[in-house]
């Protein structure tokens, strides 16, 4: 896992909430727009098949690291210049409240849980949920090295909120709520 270039990182079991499709799309426009970076992901699933097939279809063998399941993530966080998520939906993201806590910039779609988390982007930045909004977020914090270090001080600034009892009661608070809508 050592590092080439600016490099981006995706955690997470390859099936479809995590829309990995999404991601690898962004990847692959990126570089053709002439910005060089890596990407790599962490994590297995049933989509895999069909993802080693869009990175070979559309040669993308030298750019994209799959790396399967890792029980640790932290090396690669720690080595990675910035964390995304492409998610349609998720729960309250374990990845992502890690990488905050190791002071990492952070683009995610708007999906559960990521405002707890992050702020209204104040800590990381939310796109829209849309391969559009996620592409430009991306593309900004790849591009921008000021943006990519003022979201990396406000992680690690929020990552020192997360002791882990503010954890567990975000947690609790987000089930709460999660059981409650789902009860209406």
Known sequence: SSKRRLTMLAVGTMYPPKNYPRLL?????????????DL????????????????????????VM?????????????AADLIVCSSN??????????SVIL???????DCSGMKEILGKSEYGLITENSDEAFYEGVTQLLTNTSLREHYAAKAAERGRDFSLQALVSKAEQFFKTTMETQHD
């Open 66 to 78: 799959l790396f399967g399941f890792r029980e640790n993530p932290f090396p690669y966080i720690k």
């Open 89 to 98: 939906y998720e729960g309250l993201s374990t990845v992502i409240t890690e």
């Open 103 to 109: 002071g990492k910039p952070v683009v995610t779609t």
């Open 25 to 37: 799309r962004t990847h692959e426009r990126i570089l053709k727009s002439g910005i060089a970076h």
């Open 40 to 63: 790599w992901i962490l994590g297995d699933g049933v989509e895999r098949p069909e993802i080693e097939q869009f990175i070979r279809e559309h040669v993308l063998t030298d750019s």
